[in-house]
């Protein structure tokens, strides 16, 4: 009897086993099943969000061909050296004879490295861009997600956060900008600051400053704009739990540190030399100023919103003429209300790591808000000779004399009111729940996601037509032919107009008109040229417009020769009738400036002489 009992047992103990692998199994399938509708609802999202570019994005790019051919330029050029010379990264092709002209603007190396397969895909630099583009508008929304899912064990507060992260209007005033879309290394940086917080483990740690440095390396404004919310988390776990702190727990952290120091040191070497030789880089307070938020710009959408967008339009006219439209930094209706609530709940209901996540996220709301006003205070209009923190950091944070759009911690802002509307949701639903039934939670779950989306929605991009290499103009295919670096210029270079001149050569629009598209089609041949587009325009090009003012001249052609020039492409559809007389005319009287060919329009001359 006893025996019969004892394999009646283990047989009952095997069942039970079985059983809870079975349901193990379903609830592993389970959870696969809602990763994958998660990540492909939120990968819709983005296509949504930036129709109609996953349609028209293989030749055109959104809103206007500057900023955007500027993107395509730097991927292919980090592409190009990669894959020929790793060690001439740096050393790009524009602006020619600078060196380290890639450092005039972010290099981007990450988002070169996750082109790869898109340019494998597509065989195409313009749309693979633009399919970074949607993949960075995902991988916010997905790291957000993460994050707040982690904070709050709740998916709607999670999606909730993902989608008020990565569609803030702020957000889509940077459309034209791929690096600053490219934000969702920020919540995984701090999802694992978190971990390591908790647990302890020291894999974490390092996962925390991995992300930190692909960010980094991605653009160096979130890099240095997360070095600030890394060093405030560390500050406040400080102040609100010191225990956290044991020498294991710090000796880890900072080895963690010093790896990512040791990372990202060889690509911040460049720009220190660039700052060096050419101190013009460094942002003045005024170059801030100009580009800082008033108040009233919290309360301003960007165009591209379609709700808010057109109800602030009368505000924005302001912003539009002063500092463009950066300054817009309005965060959303309900993630604002969400937020709030968010703060709310935590301070009633918050225990623990959830405290921390009150204290953390409320003071990272604020001290961004703060940053984002700049050097001074700046109300309705009028600045005012109150100093904000924008300027000890300034002077005393090393990377904020390269930045001049204080705005751009609006990222924070969104993190933070993401994170803080999590909890907000979870508390919202445990309520509905409790008071209503599962069925009515889920109903206000999709009701909230609905407004959401409504209230956060973007109007369809613009989109700009560009050609494709083979449709470039012949003079560039005739480059592409020529031996070694042949460096070139191509004229006419920006107007001479003493104001802009004397201001900043950005603000010229025949540079806008001329050199995006000049730097895009260098693509296709990757010579020298004396031309460029890029955040920051150097002393050559400054000197070389000045001496062309009165081209052709022998000021000009001196001042090639001294920069040694071999080509001069002469665009007679971008110069009047008389100037083109003129070169021919210098040409058949000088024999150091002959030329060799023609296409159409444009003339290929060579500079003979030392």
Known sequence: MTEDSGRNGAEENTRGERRQGKAGTRDRKRHLVLVLLVVLFLLALAIVFTRPVLVRGHNATVDNPCDPTMQVWTLSWDLHALSHNPFNLFNANILYPNPHTLAYSDHQIVNAVLSIPFMALTRNPVQSTNYLLIFNFFLCSLGAYLLTVHLTGNRIGGLVAGIAFAYAPNRLAHVTHLNLVSAGWIPLTLLFLHRYCEEK?????????????????????????????????????????????????????????????????????????????????KRTINDVDIFSSDVQDFAVAPKENLVWGSITRGIRGDIDKRGGGERAIFPGLLPLVLGLGGIYYLFRRGRGEQRFSLYFYSTLL????????????????HRYGIPMPYRLFYYLFPGFKGMRVPPRFSILISLSLAVLAGFAVKGLLSWIT????????????????????????????PMAKVPLKDQFPPVYHWLKDRPGESPTVELPLASY????????????????????????????HWKKIFNGFTSFIPSTYYDGVYACRDFPSQEAMDFFKKMRIRYVVVHGNQVDQATLEEVRDWDRRHSDFNLVTSFGTDYVYELRGP
């Not at 952290?253 to 030399?273: E, G, N």
């Not at 889920?442 to 991009?461: C, E, K, P, Q, T």
Request: contains cysteine.
């Open 201 to 281: 483990r020291s894999r974490d740690a390092f996962l925390a400053l991995m992300f930190f440095t692909i960010q980094t390396l991605t653009t160096w404004h979130y890099g240095i704009i997360l070095s600030v919310a890394v060093l405030l988390f560390l500050l406040v776990r400080l102040i609100s739990n010191r225990r956290t702190f044991t020498l294991r727990w710090t000796v880890a952290l900072a080895a963690a540190f010093i790896v990512a120091f040791v990372v990202i040191l060889p690509f911040a070497l460049p720009y220190l030399a660039v700052q060096k030789e050419d101190p013009r880089l």
């Open 497 to 524: 107009n003493p104001r802009t001149f004397n201001i900043n050569l950005q603000w010229e629009a025949t540079w806008l008109m001329f050199e995006p598209l000049r730097t895009y089609y260098s693509t296709l």
């Open 366 to 381: 604020i001290v961004a808000a703060l940053l984002c006003l700049g050097s001074s205070l700046y109300l309705f209009g």
């Open 434 to 461: 409790s008071k209503r039934g599962v069925k009515v939670a889920a109903l206000a779950s999709a009701a909230l996601v609905l407004v959401l989306l409504l209230d956060l929605m973007s109007i369809n991009l």
